[in-house]
């Protein structure tokens, strides 16, 4: 192709994109709106996990006592069918009290367990 057909057919497109065969422009669209999808969850995944963190950093400055441990459990649910976690707060080296199944869970048991730390001891 000599050069003015070149610059006549850029003139008809615009630009390479209009040049494509709109069967490939289908499959880039359909590609672009399959990342978007997975971009947005991804950035769901990252804000849970932060949250999660964020709620961890709290159980330990509440529970004071020692060490947070969180251990995942060895069978899932029977109610919804996933695999929680077992968290326990250490007192001592030895000695610990079960706070909840999640994260979250123990953060609003915690109290409740500080308080009747001496009870059960």
Not at 12 to 22: A, C, R, T
Not at 99 to 105: D, E, R
Request: with cysteine.
């Amino acid at each position: 192709m000599d050069v003015m057909k070149k610059v006549c057919l850029m003139r008809v497109y615009e630009s390479y994109w209009d040049m494509l065969p709109p069967e490939i422009q289908e499959y880039i669209w359909k590609l672009k709106i399959a990342q978007m999808y997975i971009d947005a969850e991804r950035e769901e995944m990252k804000k849970r996990l932060r949250r999660e963190i964020e709620t961890y950093a709290l159980l330990k400055e509440r529970w004071g006592l020692g060490h947070v441990k969180c251990v995942p459990n060895d069978h899932a649910c029977s109610d919804c069918g996933r695999y929680h976690l077992k968290v326990y707060g250490f007192y001592t080296k030895t000695h610990y009290r079960y706070l909840g199944f999640n994260v979250s869970h123990a953060l609003t048991n915690v109290n409740y367990v500080k308080s009747h730390l001496i009870e059960w001891m």
